[in-house]
């Protein structure tokens, strides 16, 4: 078991390097010129020279790959040639809110899918079902930005009962910065005021980020249920007079969770690529935006720090659902 | 544990929310003196010498201070480190008499060597608005006299001297040295201040919010009751019109015409439409494809529906000219190119297409809505002859790198034009000089001849005979049609009814000038 994790931990190594050669390549043979953007409209060619020797751009991409790449093992992510600010810094500042959102999300997701899937797949082409499978369908083909336009329509313009956008109210200071998470460091700073607002203001970005993977993991988990109530073991239970409340509970959830838990490892790492749209609408200060702003001036490092944070994180995620399956599922655990 | 945080946020939803938004409501009402102001300016550092967009010119002009101060409309230069200043006969030296009154936000006067420090400074990080003053402050050109005199001898006379200054702010050169880190103190500044403005800095996320607190020791008379400014990026702009008309801020900077028309009769909002400092023009590849030919690019500047292109433009002007009309140096009385179809004809006839039947390519910014629709109006009146457009949206750093050479460059190319200091030169140099080319503020059009008047005007000390060469530079630009002249946009400011003592100024809209700022 040991063994297992630590050759999946390994694996990583190779699949950044490979990550971040493609995104290196692909940025530079681009056409474009960063250094002329960042110099500015008014910059001789020797301004526009200085900054491309800068920031090493005048080398070959050989050698501009090395120096990012030792530059990795000394912690040191680059810096922003548009801003000149240090990429690391940046990323510490923007990262956690999109891991706020994204955990709010999931979390939401989470709770709302798999009771209701349950029900679905219990209920299966009955009124409960059909009614669940509908809404579930109409929420897969709603885009993204509408709802969130719609949202803030209804919720903040029109019943005025949730805030616009942003983490926190504008005057509001946010809590001293232990994780970065403002629900968490407000807990941790015991300022309950700001933990309220942090939450309201998490609500109608989480909702909207949630609503696809909650329509997606009902689909999964209605379709995993029916499937573990068509069983052997299932009749067999039911034969032996098990209450259906126990059946459910401890056979059937547990089986039809496997499935249901591949969809969520997937939908981390789809959630912090799609962030953007939803950070754009509701003001919040993530990485979507920071690496979009990046892609449009062609800002390499940031683009690649982006792109390798999010890669990291979605193996680790794969990883910790990999491992999860041998708790629900003994057979998987013994590799 | 999801259990918990679904009732949490379904609780947010349904009641408490209600309290909370009142009680967000209140907040904001018991900070009497706080003014909140909307912008899409990402902000990323606090180098006055360091940036030429907006969010570093907000930091300019109220987090530092520069020799003379640029205000109103039309734009007016007064006194601000300087008490006054003399000019020599040959608009070559000037001696400015500082303010003794004037001190950084340490205590530390602002003497003559600091100011002689703060231009050699701009000079050596070399970005920033250094161009302003690129071939015209040299490296021996400021001596100084005492403690509070300094003198300017320039290279070269430059009669747009004193309407650049208010953008060379004066930075504190012990901080700076004290935190000088081998980059001049650029990496100390990307988050800490070293000025003597009227406002210093509390508390500031890059890209998100800043926070300004007037400093109640600044040197100046007078200003408003605002002593905290709240600077809050909000990505979207239909956002700052929602949160403008909900009064959850007191400014929106970066709205579009869409956004002022949904604002009319809004209860507690004020709309400031006012002239704007930013051209839109269509560049043609005067040196290399079908455009070369004088005569292709006059048959298409008759051909063009310009009543077409303005009633796409929301709140716009059309140009008359290469120059932005109500600035100093504007001539009306040139004729320049209408929609004339028998006109387009003839040139068009002298051209080697006289049937038409070409392509031409005309690249605009990817996303940009409004560059689109104009793209469409130019796609629409050359049908008439016969020249079919190809429309390709591309990135902007593609964009800048297509201006390289001629042979890169497209056959049109869309591109605004910022007036960045109340002088035509700003736009006679930046997008008809020669020593442009390669940039995409005017990427192949070179003529001798308009260089030459271009560089007269820029050094004529005499307001009558300069006006008489701007007229001859604009006749000269039109003979040669190497743009189709396009719109000024209106600036566009949202207000609440509130917020008392704004002036408008048409230089860099959206830097607003706290200082005089207050809310009732």
């Known amino acids: 078991m ?72 000394e912690g040191d992510l680059g810096r922003s040639i548009m801003t000149r600010r240090p990429v690391a810094g940046d990323l510490a500042l923007y990262l956690p809110a999109t891991l706020e959102l994204v955990a709010a999300s999931l979390l939401l997701a989470v709770a709302v899918s798999i009771p209701l899937g349950l029900v ?31 949202l803030q329509l209804i919720f903040a313009m029109w019943l005025s009962l949730l805030p616009l956008s942003g983490r926190l109210p504008f005057t509001v200071a946010p ?50 249920t029916m499937e573990a109530l068509q069983q052997d073991y299932v009749r067999n239970a039911r034969a032996l ?24 490892g997937l939908y981390v790492g789809w959630m912090l690529g799609s962030t953007v749209l939803v950070e754009k609408v509701f003001d919040w200060p993530g990485i979507g935006l920071y690496a979009t702003n990046a892609i449009l001036n062609q800002d390499f490092n940031p683009v690649i720090a982006v792109t390798l944070v999010i890669g990291v994180i979605f193996i680790a995620t794969n990883l910790i659902v990999d491992l999860l399956y041998g708790v629900l599922n003994p057979k998987v655990g013994d590799r | 544990m999801p259990n918990l945080t679904r009732r949490d946020l379904m609780a947010g939803t349904a009641a408490g929310a209600a309290a909370m938004t009142i009680g967000g409501r209140v907040a904001l009402a018991q900070q009497p003196n706080t003014l909140i102001i909307g912008n899409q300016g990402a902000q990323t550092h606090f180098d006055p010498h360091g940036g030429q967009d907006y969010p570093t010119s907000v930091i300019i002009r109220n987090v530092y201070d520069g020799l ?61 608005n250094n161009w302003m003053i690129d071939g015209v402050v040299g490296p021996d050109s400021i001596r100084v006299v005492d403690d509070h005199t300094v003198e300017f001898t320039l290279l070269q006379p430059f009669a747009p001297f004193l309407q650049v200054l208010p953008w060379i702010s004066v930075v504190n050169p012990a901080v700076i040295e004290a935190n000088e880190g081998g980059d001049l103190g650029q990496t100390y500044l990307l988050n800490d201040t070293a000025g003597s403005g009227p406002f210093t800095v509390a508390r500031f996320e890059p890209e998100n919010v800043i926070d300004f607190r007037r400093d109640p020791t600044y040197w100046r008379e007078g200003g408003g009751n605002t002593d905290t400014v709240i600077w809050r990026y909000v990505r979207e702009n239909t956002n700052q019109r929602l949160m403008l008309r909900r009064g959850e801020i007191h ?75 109500g600035f100093f140096g504007h001539d009306p009385s040139i004729d320049v190119p209408r929609k004339d179809l028998d006109r387009a004809r003839e040139y068009l006839a002298q051209t080697a297409y006289p049937e038409g039947g070409l392509t031409l390519d005309i690249v605009h910014v990817v996303g940009l809505e409004q560059q689109r629709l104009w793209c469409l109006v130019l796609l629409d009146s050359l049908q008439e002859l016969n020249i079919d457009v190809n429309i390709r949206p591309s990135t902007w750093p593609d964009m800048v790198r297509m201006c390289e050479s001629p042979e890169t460059f497209p056959d049109f190319f869309s591109v605004y034009l910022g007036v960045s200091y109340a002088d035509p030169d700003v736009i006679a140099f930046a997008g008809y ?57 209106r600036a566009k400011v949202g207000l609440r009814d509130n917020v008392e003592n704004y002036e408008f100024s048409p230089i860099i809209v959206q830097a607003v000038s706290f200082f005089p700022l207050s809310v009732s």
Do not use: C
């Not at chain 1, 020797?46 to 050989?62: C, N, S, T, W």
């Not at chain 1, 499978?133 to 897969?140: Q, Y």
């Not at chain 2, 020669?434 to 030459?452: F, K, L, M, P």
């Open chain 1, 241 to 264: 007079g098990l209450s259906i409340r126990l059946i459910l509970f401890k056979y059937v959830l547990k089986n039809a969770a496997s499935a249901t838990l591949t969809m969520i």
């Open chain 1, 120 to 150: 679905a797949g219990l209920t299966a082409n009955r009124a409960p079902d059909m009614t669940i499978s509908a809404g579930t369908l109409s929420a897969m083909s709603m885009p993204q930005f509408f709802l969130g336009l719609v």
């Open chain 2, 68 to 128: 003379v101060d640029v205000v109103g409309m039309p734009p007016r230069i007064e006194p601000r480190l300087a008490t006054d200043w003399t000019v020599s006969g040959d608009g070559l030296v000037y001696t400015f008499n500082l303010n003794r009154e004037a001190k950084f936000h340490d205590g530390a006067p602002v003497t003559a060597e600091a100011v002689r420090y703060s231009f050699e400074r701009i000079k050596a990080v070399g970005r920033g």
């Open chain 2, 251 to 325: 400014m929106a900077v970066d709205l579009t015409s869409d956004d002022m028309s949904a604002l009319e009769g809004a209860p507690g909002v004020v709309r400031v439409i006012e002239p704007g400092d930013r051209t839109f023009s269509i560049k043609m590849n005067t040196e290399h494809g079908p455009l070369s030919d004088v005569n292709l690019r006059k048959a298409v500047s008759h051909a063009f529906d310009y009543d077409a292109m303005r009633s796409v433009s929301g709140f716009a002007d059309l140009m008359h000219g290469p120059l932005p009309s």
């Open chain 1, 2 to 73: 040991l063994s297992y994790v630590l050759f999946r931990i390994a694996l990583i190594v190779p699949l950044l390097i490979g990550l971040s050669l493609l995104v290196f390549v692909i940025g530079r043979v681009l056409p474009g010129d960063p250094a002329a953007l960042a110099a500015g409209p008014y910059a001789t060619a020797e301004q526009r020279a200085a900054v491309a020797a800068e920031f090493g751009l005048d080398q070959p991409i050989a050698v501009q790959y090395w120096d990012y790449v030792t530059g990795l093992f």
């Open chain 1, 175 to 224: 809590p001293p910065a232990v994780t970065g998470f403002y629900t968490i460091d407000s807990v941790l700073a015991g300022q309950w005021h700001t933990l309220w607002l942090s939450l309201v203001h998490l609500a109608l970005p989480a909702i909207t980020m949630a609503l696809a993977p909650i329509a997606m993991i009902t689909r999964i988990m209605r379709a995993s």
């Open chain 2, 433 to 489: 000089h020669s020593s442009r080319n390669g940039g995409w503020q005017n990427g192949v059009y070179n003529n001798a001849e308009v260089d030459a008047l271009i560089e007269a005007a820029r050094f004529e000390p005499d307001e009558a005979r300069r006006a008489e060469l701007y007229s001859q530079i604009q006749q000269n630009i039109v003979d040669d049609a190497p743009d189709l002249f396009g719109v000024v946009e």
